[in-house]
């Protein structure tokens, strides 16, 4: 029974019992204190089929009227086979609930796909390049479509995982660019990262799909590297199973750190590509030569 309304708990996640009802209003308040902080604003859901993306999109409808936001969501058709159901599922889903999509092939963006670009001499593993593409082009596109934010799938395992990454790399300047929301800058055409499942671990974003019967894809990527990603995340949920809180603990810690990490942000080594004006580090960015050279190989 759940403690507060006498219904039956259904869901058990991590000892915290919940019945259907207090779960949804529980999720709600999670991404509620994220969202509050959009209110009015044109947000692009990137989407994956993955059932983090569909649950902060799925939230974002709810929160909808309350917040007064304009939701559409976009999708990044990667020409992968081994994803090739996540299409199928996004667009049904959206169609469903009336939320405008569009789906961005990635063979006329770049001049291949991924299961082409897989087959070339590259300088860096397949997966560093497509995550590399993906956020050029969803950034590109959120520009292009004047949008406020962008929302990703980013949960609460995700960001714990690469605190304690960039951490022990001692990397604050990647560390500065965590937390719930970044900031848009339109000189530097750069839309900011609304991260709706923030305050929701990865556990909670699955049982919120499944209680709302919303399908998602769950097959690995067969590109997939991120090796120490995986590892750190595995080893993030066994201290979180002996130390209770671990996750929200340093999510909460590092949340009041971020204002003193700014200095690591500031931003002055960050110019206009010289082929794409898009922001880039050095002359050409990453991805500018990322595509001259696959075009080339
Ligand atoms: Fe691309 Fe890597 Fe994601 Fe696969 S796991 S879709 S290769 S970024
Ligand atoms: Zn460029």
Known sequence: MHRCCGRKSEINIQGMKYCKEHFLAHCLEKAGKVVRKARGKKLLVALSGGKDSMAALSLLLKLRDEFHLKVSGVYIDLGMKAVADAREIIESFCKKEGVELVVINMRNETGFTIDELACKKLKRPVCSSCGLIKRYILNKFAVEHGADFLV???????????????????????????????????????????????????????????????????????????????????????????????????????????????????????KHCTACGYPTTSGVCSYCRIIKHGKEN
């Open 152 to 270: 990703t799938g980013h949960n609460t395992d995700d960001e714990v995982t690469f605190i304690m990454l960039n951490l022990t790399a001692q990397n604050l300047e990647q560390l500065s660019r965590g937390g719930p929301i970044t900031l848009t800058k339109p000189d530097m055409k750069l839309v900011g990262r609304l991260k709706v499942v923030y305050y929701l671990t990865e556990a909670e974003t699955r049982a919120y799909c499944e209680i709302m019967g919303i399908k998602y894809h769950d097959a690995k990527c067969p590109y997939t590297t991120g090796a120490s990603q995986k590892r750190m995340k595995y080893y993030v949920n066994m201290i979180d199973k002996e130390f209770s809180n671990f996750k929200n603990g340093v999510l909460k810690s590092f949340r009041e750190l971020l204002p003193a990490l700014e200095s690591f942000n500031s931003g002055d080594a960050v």
